[in-house]
């Protein structure tokens, strides 16, 4: 990576580390354990039954319920933490105040992100602090672990919780310049990152504004019609307002042929090859369209809970765990295939309602209020069959129906012909970056 602004490639006087991710560095860095330049510590919880330990509390403790500070990596220094920790409970746990300038690593469930401690903290044991010794900055430590982030994912055990053991934290080897190097190191980055994170922050911002326009059309298009001229009568649904005065008011259940939600353990049947197995990463994140980019497969021969779950063309997908009320649409191509747990399976009656009409209503931000919102006005943790088939939206007659989905697909094939760019465009940005700091924190690049 040769960059004017960069220097040119620092190719002479180097030597072969031995190690995959660092390669080659220049002949005068040291390369060693990292025990060898910063001592290693990790935290720990106090007892939640001692109130003592939690009350009149002053000592930061940064926790998994804080991580979220870090998970973009634009933030180098740790914020203000959920909870604090009294010096009571600090004197009776194995939690330890850590100095300003210890660098924490976060390693279990959401694994491998890192910051800069700017004052005196404790943390939970899901992380590995690195108090930096004489020859090693924390900046420049950092740099090195968002350097290291692919290393770090290699030596994450466990299926279900991810974890980094003490072993393989311990295990950790990194390239130490010279002092001024690594300061220069971490400046240049400093600088370079923040250049790169407003482009793509900028790019960010044109997105959502993208689908925030794109999302008000098809609101517009499924609530109130094409005709702008069209007479109108109030719905008697407040959040729905006025509507076409010949649509008529009706829940899911109305219109429904089939409704299913998939089965569990299918991922003794998961196969290389076999029929399409849909998950709930299927269903979110493409509009209204399946994401068939990580699709499973399976073998079903024998099953029986094949034939109920199996999906037809124009069927819609819920999801009714977690991110709830996410949809799609199936497609033809991938009819057939089978959905876990996570889904619910809607199917039309095609003779009074169309699929390409109903998903694009259920995307709107009015049908995912009644997914999501309980009567109490709280956040639901599941959906139930009950709750899907007593949604309620204004229908049209099926051909003005027609007419509405042709003109929302028109919009989605119009405003991803927009987006596609702008995503591309991050893309290349986040892949800049991350070769940067590797080629900056081993030494690729001559940092004036």
């Known amino acids: 990576m040769t960059n004017s602004a960069t220097g040119a490639l620092a190719g002479r006087n180097n030597?072969?580390?031995?190690?995959d991710w660092l390669g080659s560095i220049p002949a005068h860095w040291e390369v060693g354990n990292l025990r060898r330049f910063a001592q290693m510590k990790t935290g720990h919880t106090p007892s939640r039954n001692e109130t003592s330990y939690w009350d009149n509390c002053n000592i930061p403790w940064f926790g998994l319920a804080d991580v979220w500070q870090l998970r973009d990596g634009?933030?180098?220094?740790?914020?203000?933490?959920?909870?604090?920790?009294?010096?009571?409970g600090l004197a009776n746990s194995a939690a330890e105040l850590l100095p300003a300038g210890t660098v924490i690593l976060s390693r279990t469930a959401s694994v491998g992100f890192t910051g800069i401690m700017p004052v005196q903290m404790a943390t939970t044991q899901d992380f590995w602090n690195w108090i930096c010794g004489p020859k090693l900055l924390p900046d420049y430590l950092y740099w090195l672990f968002r350097a290291m982030g692919p290393k770090i994912e290699q030596t994450t055990n466990g299926s279900t919780h991810k974890t980094i053991y003490q072993g393989d934290a311990a295990s950790f080897e990194i390239c130490v310049p010279p002092l001024e190097t690594q300061r220069r190191i971490a400046w240049f980055l400093d600088e370079k990152t923040a250049r790169i994170d407003g482009l793509i922050e900028k790019k960010r911002a044109l997105l959502d504004r993208l689908a925030e326009k794109r999302q008000a059309l098809i609101t517009r298009a499924v609530t109130k019609g094409l005709n702008p001229a069209a007479p109108m009568k109030p719905s008697g649904i407040d959040w729905l307002g006025d509507i076409p005065a010949h649509w008529e008011v009706k829940p899911l259940r109305r219109v429904r042929r089939y409704m299913t939600s998939g089965s569990r353990d299918w991922a003794a049947y998961y196969a290389d090859e076999g029929d399409?197995?849909?998950?709930?990463?299927?269903?979110?994140?493409?509009g209204v369209e399946l994401d068939l980019d990580d699709l499973r497969f399976v073998n079903v021969e024998g099953i029986r809970e094949g034939t109920r779950t199996s999906v037809r063309e124009g069927d819609i997908?819920?999801?009714i765990t977690a991110e709830l009320g996410s949809v799609a649409i199936v497609r033809k191509g991938i009819e057939g295939a089978y959905i876990n747990q996570h889904l619910a399976l809607f199917?039309?009656?095609?003779?009074?309602?169309?699929?390409d009409f109903l998903v694009n209503f259920l995307s709107?931000?009015?049908?995912?209020?009644?997914?999501?919102v309980s009567g109490q006005g709280g956040t639901k943790q599941g959906l139930g069959f009950e709750q899907v088939n007593n949604v309620i939206l204004g229908f049209p007659p099926r051909a003005e129906q027609e007419s509405?989905?042709?003109?929302?697909?028109e919009l989605w094939r119009q405003f991803q012909s927009a987006e596609r760019p702008l995503s591309s465009t991050i893309e290349r940005l986040s892949e800049y970056r991350a070769a940067l700091i590797t080629a900056a924190v081993t030494g690729k690049l001559e940092i004036a």
């Open 317 to 319: 997908l819920i999801t």
């Open 276 to 286: 399409p197995f849909l998950r709930m990463t299927n269903v979110t994140g493409h």
């Open 404 to 409: 509405i989905g042709g003109f929302c697909a």
């Open 74 to 88: 634009t933030r180098k220094y740790l914020g203000e933490t959920k909870e604090n920790i009294s010096e009571i």
């Open 15 to 19: 030597k072969s580390t031995g190690i």
């Open 347 to 355: 199917r039309p009656n095609a003779e009074l309602c169309t699929s």
């Open 364 to 372: 709107t931000d009015m049908a995912r209020a009644q997914f999501t």
